[in-house]
């Protein structure tokens, strides 16, 4: 195979992978819109995550700047030179990075150094299977770490909150997918998709799940008993109210794929694998004697372009424009459900800068400021100036150990990030006067538009993604879901989705 040729192929995929979404979840998506009442929370993001498709379809940037842990499926006829392929897709994988379509994403899990270029330890994964035919099939999937963090694996028999005990047969496995989809709320920047590995051991139930999401989203279960439950599935975890984000709403799961494989007597394991809606996996068929893309894969069908619809960001909500620094008066105003726009500055920090503030000082005053829960895509110019590819919220609960603290003593006012925050933090908002507001997850397109200009960064050492970046930003939108009297969008979304879930208590198969 001519091994240049393959790498250009699969520099392609990387791009494409990044930046479109496939056919098929572009249409669950388009579903899950149509169902949500205008005005709505729900509605106003999926209004901003469509918004955020087309953007990112235009700039050919990544679609959420989080482009995840590349994981390769290879296919290959008897006679490829598998070493040579790892290589060049190597090779395609840091020229991506260093084109601002992935971000630099693999860490050194012992010392926190940023490779810079995607590669390191067992990354990217690459998993090589050969078959009889007579082309090579390359699958990726790019998932990023907010919806890896929210898997489940579930040992049975086990207890399950709110529905019970779930035993070793089809029902005992319907309650663990239910309280799979529940546990996630809106931290996996829902409404998700969902893999399910019935069997195995840890890993291979894992594998299976993660398997389940190569499948295409509107295909059908060839097992009756599995066709059945993912039906299920489907209608009873959409009823569960967490919605959007984890707003609310009338859609929570976009697809739910089961497969099965054998297990040893002891162990019964359910491995469920969250991805979020920025659901980026592709494929392409590939000519081994030329190393070109012969066909793509998961574009079958109409396509939806979203533009027939309207994808203006419109709410029921109060809308209050903040500029920083902001006064405790201010920010006491501020009730749960309010939409703000902010203008001015605000800085990223995400889990090493956490960590870091706990016992050093800060770079900047952070007084009356307002602290980002985002790592983003950069890419520097000639000049030496920083430009953003992607810049949406990660996820902020990771920060709950600090995050109060870090408010009262540095007296930043409030923080942006989705997903929502605990009891420590909202006790802390409380106390100091301070306010969470939830960005949309993923849409990170849209969130770099409103950025200006990037006027300083710290702790680059930290790596791209963990610096402290000092962005201008113009109309920056968010939600207040937690508030300074107590109040949490979050609590009280968890609270009724569990009431809905104990619904789902009896036996049904
Ligand atoms: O790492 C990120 O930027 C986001 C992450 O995928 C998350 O969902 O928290
Ligand atoms: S931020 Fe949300 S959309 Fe992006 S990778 Fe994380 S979970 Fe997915």
């Known amino acids: ?22 056919k098929d979840v572009r249409r669950a998506i388009a579903k899950a819109k149509l169902r949500e009442n205008a005005g709505t929370r729900a509605a106003m993001s999926l209004a901003t995550i469509v918004q955020n498709i087309q953007m990112a379809d235009e700039n050919v940037s990544p679609i959420c700047q989080d482009t995840g842990l590349p994981t390769f499926k290879i296919k290959v006829p008897v006679g490829v030179n598998q070493i040579e392929m790892k290589e060049a897709i190597r090779r395609a994988v840091a020229q991506a990075t260093k084109d601002g379509k992935l971000r630099p994403n693999s860490v050194d899990s012992l010392t926190g150094e940023n490779s810079g270029d995607n590669l390191g330890i067992g990354l990217p994964v690459m998993k090589f299977e050969q078959w009889e035919k007579d082309y090579i099939d390359v699958r990726l999937i790019l998932k990023g770490g907010g919806c890896e963090n929210k898997n489940i694996q579930y040992s049975l028999p086990c207890e399950l909150e709110g529905l019970g005990r779930a035993g070793r047969d089809l029902d005992g496995i319907r309650k663990c997918i239910l309280h799979a989809v529940y546990q996630a709320q809106g931290q996996g920047c829902s409404a998700g998709f969902i893999g399910v590995g019935i069997g195995g051991d840890r890993s291979a139930g894992y594998d299976l799940a993660k398997e389940q ?21 489907m209608e009873a975890a959409n009823k569960l109210g967490i919605g959007t984000m984890g707003f609310g709403g009338e859609t929570t799961l976009l697809g739910c794929k089961i497969g099965v494989m054998h297990r040893i007597p002891a162990s019964f394991f359910v491995s469920v694998a969250y991805n979020c809606w920025a659901f980026r996996r592709l494929g392409v068929i590939i000519d081994p004697h030329t190393g070109d893309i012969q066909e793509w894969l998961y574009q079958e069908g109409e396509n939806v372009d979203f533009k027939q619809e309207e994808t203006e960001m419109t709410s029921e909500a109060r809308e209050v424009v903040l500029e920083a620094p902001i006064t405790e008066e201010q920010i006491r105003s501020l009730k749960v459900g309010d939409v703000v726009r902010i203008n001015g500055m605000i800085y990223t920090g995400r889990d090493a800068i956490h960590k870091h503030l706990m016992d050093h000082d800060a770079p900047v005053d952070l007084n009356g400021q307002i602290i980002y829960h985002c790592g983003p895509v950069m890419l520097k110019d000639e000049n030496g100036k920083w430009h953003v590819k992607a810049a949406g919220p990660t996820t ?35 106390e100091h006067g301070g306010v969470y507001l939830n960005a ?70």
């Open 1 to 22: 195979m001519v091994m240049e040729k393959f790498q250009e192929s699969m520099y392609k995929l990387i791009v494409e992978t990044s930046t479109k979404l496939p």
């Open 213 to 233: 999401l190569f499948r295409p989203v509107d295909d059908v279960n060839p097992n009756e008993d599995l066709r059945k439950l993912e039906e299920y599935i």
């Open 396 to 430: 902020s609960i990771r920060e709950e150990p600090y995050q109060g603290e870090i408010m009262k003593k540095f007296g930043i006012r409030a923080v942006i990030g989705k997903g929502g925050m605990g009891a420590k933090t909202l006790a802390a908002l409380k």
């Open 440 to 509: 949309i997850g993923g849409a990170a397109q849209y969130y770099a538009e409103c950025i200006q200009s990037v006027e300083g960064v710290d702790f680059l050492e930290f790596g791209i993604p963990e610096a402290m970046w000092h962005l201008r930003v113009k109309d920056f939108t968010a939600v207040v879901t937690m508030d300074s009297h107590g109040n949490s969008l979050h609590e009280d979304i968890e609270k009724s989705s569990l009431e809905k879930l104990a619904q789902f208590k009896e036996r049904v198969f």
